[in-house]
């Protein structure tokens, strides 16, 4: 079935540990005008795949998305991801646009979540997600196409979701015009 009614579509980035899931939680229990999910529900040892971008775990993800939105109401997805892999994907012409922003904090208070809140010891996981927290910081707002910054470094989880859904409504808006 090929989706007819396209809507945008929104991806919440981060590394791991940032707080995008507690993010999204405050999202998902005040949403009305999007769909919140979040792309770990389908995550599984298939899809490891960093040698092509993990291209058929976002196609996967696009397809739902695209068939979820079909209600009307655009997909809000998050997880780990940036542009380029959702935008060279032939399912991006089942969106009208896709909208990036990435959640991003200090180093110290991504180390206390991953360690302290979260647990992780692995040294492997915790390098790689505070480099992907310094390259989101120093790349995100020249990738194509742009990803907001969100530092929620001082942010409560529901200032920050105030804060993203606020960034929601202004592009919603402006495909209203």
Known sequence: ????????????????????????????????DYIV????????????????????????????????SQIGLPVVLCGCGVPEQFECQPERTLFTQI????AVCNEEV???RMRDMRK?????????????NQWLKMNGESTQPEMTLLDITHLTPQ???????????????????
């Open 99 to 102: 909208h990036y922003l990435a």
């Open 1 to 32: 079935m090929l989706p007819t009614n396209k809507q945008p579509l929104f991806i919440i980035s981060g590394a791991s540990g940032v707080g995008k899931s507690t993010l999204c939680e405050q999202l998902f229990q005040k949403e009305k």
């Open 37 to 68: 999910l979040e792309s770990d529900l389908l995550w599984s040892d298939q899809y490891n795949t960093p040698q092509d971008n993990y291209c058929e775990y976002r196609r996967l993800w696009m397809r739902m998305c695209a068939n979820i």
């Open 120 to 132: 992780i010891e692995d040294e492997v996981w915790l390098k790689s997600s505070l480099d992907f």
């Open 159 to 177: 200032q920050a979701a105030k804060q993203v859904d606020q960034w929601i409504h202004k592009r919603l808006e402006k495909r209203k015009i």
């Open 110 to 112: 991504l180390l206390h």
